[in-house]
Structure formats: structure tokens, C-alpha cells
């Protein structure tokens, strides 16, 4: 073989294979997750958190893994109630993971809440990774604060507090805009008005 056929075909192999590999640059993430609750079978879909992977040269990657690890999240609980097909619950590394679509685009509702422990420091606690290339780190919020009887007043009240603490608290930002305000509690009311998150999620896996 001739020296720069071999060079070709060698750039040529070399390109194919980062072609398979998730860029962070040219994909999407959500600017932060909360978690909810859920009403019959079904996850509020007030708490729905859209990917979109692409490949190093820009086109969607269909059938990438995508992983949130919820580790660091030491204030929240994750849930297997209410478990969309295709999304899978890691207990043991408190992960939960899915497949892309064909258009490179998953949807995330997360089941979970509030574990009773103190607001954590860590604002970006949930780390993301596509096909094992990490994505970075998100901002987590849970709708239903306290773990207990769904989205209620007494979420209400503790967002509110929060809010009152002169601290940060990550878990009562639901715009994730850095602070927690009227904005937030105007959200979480209506939440708990659409009757999405009526239900918590049974503790299964957390911290």
C-alpha cells in the first residue's frame, strides 16, 4: 500500500470514529433538573428536562446513553415510581439513565424529592455524561421539599424559608437563575395547583 493511501484511509478511520463521539459544545442540556412528583402512574410534566446529543460534527446522535449521576445531590432522593419505558434506575451509584432518540433528543421527568437532610452547598450537584463524555454539572430543585404527601403548603413553606435564609439553596430555585423569590414560589404554587405532583415518590435510592 502506498504511503499516502495509507494516510488517507488512516484520517479517514480516525474521523469515523470521533464521528460516534458526543460533543458537549454542539449538544443541549437543560439549565437545570427538578425533581417531582406524580399523579395515577404518570410524572408531572412540569419537571421535563430535554437533551439533545450530537455527534463532533454537529448531527444528532440516535441511541446515545445518557447518564445523570445524582451522587452529590446529598438533600435529594431519587424514585423509581412512576419509571418511564426505556429509563433505567441505578440505586447502588443513585443514577438514572435513557437512550436518544433518533433525533438525538431525550426527555427527562425525574421522580423524586427532598430526603429531610440539610439544603446541600453544591448548587450543580447532578453530573451528566453521554456515552461516558461528561457533560458537566446541573443545577437540582425538587418540587416536593419535604418527601411527603406531594407538592403541598408545606413545600411552599420551606421554599419559602429558603428563600428568607440569606443562603443560597439550590433546591427551591426552580428558574435556576441563582436565588430563590417570589419567581420560585410562583412556580412551585401553580405545580401544586395542576395536581401533577400529588404523590411523592416512595424514597427508594438516595443519599
Do not use: W
Not at 455527534?55 to 415510581?81: K, N
Not at 416536593?144 to 439553596?169: E, P
Request: aromatic share 8%; charged share 15%; glycine share 14%.
Amino acid at each position: 500500500m502506498k504511503p499516502l493511501t495509507f494516510f488517507v484511509l488512516l484520517v479517514l478511520g480516525v474521523g469515523a470514529a470521533h464521528a460516534d463521539v458526543p460533543n458537549p459544545g454542539a449538544s443541549s442540556m437543560p439549565p437545570g433538573l427538578t425533581l417531582v412528583g406524580y399523579a395515577g402512574t404518570t410524572a408531572d410534566p412540569l419537571g421535563s428536562a430535554t437533551f439533545v446529543i450530537r455527534h463532533l460534527g454537529g448531527a444528532p446522535m440516535s441511541g446515545s446513553v445518557v447518564v445523570i449521576d445524582f451522587s452529590a445531590c446529598t438533600d435529594a432522593r431519587l424514585s423509581a415510581d412512576a419509571l418511564e419505558p426505556g429509563f433505567l434506575l441505578d440505586c447502588a451509584n443513585h443514577a438514572i439513565r435513557g437512550f436518544t432518540d433518533r433525533n438525538g433528543m431525550i426527555t427527562f421527568h425525574i421522580v423524586g424529592s427532598g430526603n429531610g437532610g440539610p439544603p446541600r452547598a453544591l448548587p450543580a450537584c447532578a453530573a451528566v455524561y453521554a456515552d461516558g463524555v461528561a457533560f458537566g454539572s446541573l443545577a437540582v430543585s425538587d418540587y416536593d421539599l419535604d418527601g411527603m404527601n406531594g407538592v403541598t403548603v408545606s413545600d411552599l413553606s420551606i421554599a419559602y424559608r429558603d428563600g428568607l435564609s440569606g443562603q443560597y439553596r439550590a433546591r427551591s430555585d426552580f428558574d435556576f437563575n441563582g436565588e430563590v423569590n417570589a419567581l420560585d414560589l410562583g412556580r412551585l404554587y401553580r405545580v401544586m395547583l395542576a395536581s401533577g405532583s400529588v404523590t411523592s415518590g416512595a424514597g427508594t435510592c438516595g443519599p
